[in-house]
């Protein structure tokens, strides 16, 4: 799964690509805390407009990235959700707790 990175000061914006089911969602996760952890953020978007497929996995990578956010002290958003992806995503209230941006 791609997964693509950039850093301007302390904000970080990752871009993922690909289908984010249960195959990809503990590499994805891996992926995800080692840049937040190397990088220490005070912001991070998550942008999946790459993202062709998501199961409920998904809601776990978010959640699991927007809680160490957290621990740090910093923001997420998520930009460019996918109709599919923000179907799975808004019926778990993740919406509720963490930004959309279009």
Do not use: Y
């Amino acid at each position: 799964m791609p997964v693509t990175c950039a850093e301007e000061g302390r904000a970080l914006t990752v871009r993922v690509e690909g289908e984010v089911d249960h195959h990809a969602a503990r590499q994805l996760m891996e992926e995800l805390g080692r840049r937040v952890d190397t990088a220490l953020p005070r912001s991070l978007t998550l942008d999946l407009g790459g993202v062709s497929f998501m199961d409920s996995s998904g809601i776990a990578v978010v959640l699991r990235t927007w809680r160490r956010m957290s621990q740090l002290g910093g923001v997420m958003t998520v930009r460019n959700v996918p109709p599919q992806a923000a179907k799975v995503l808004k019926a778990a209230g993740i919406d509720k707790l963490i930004p959309f941006q279009e």
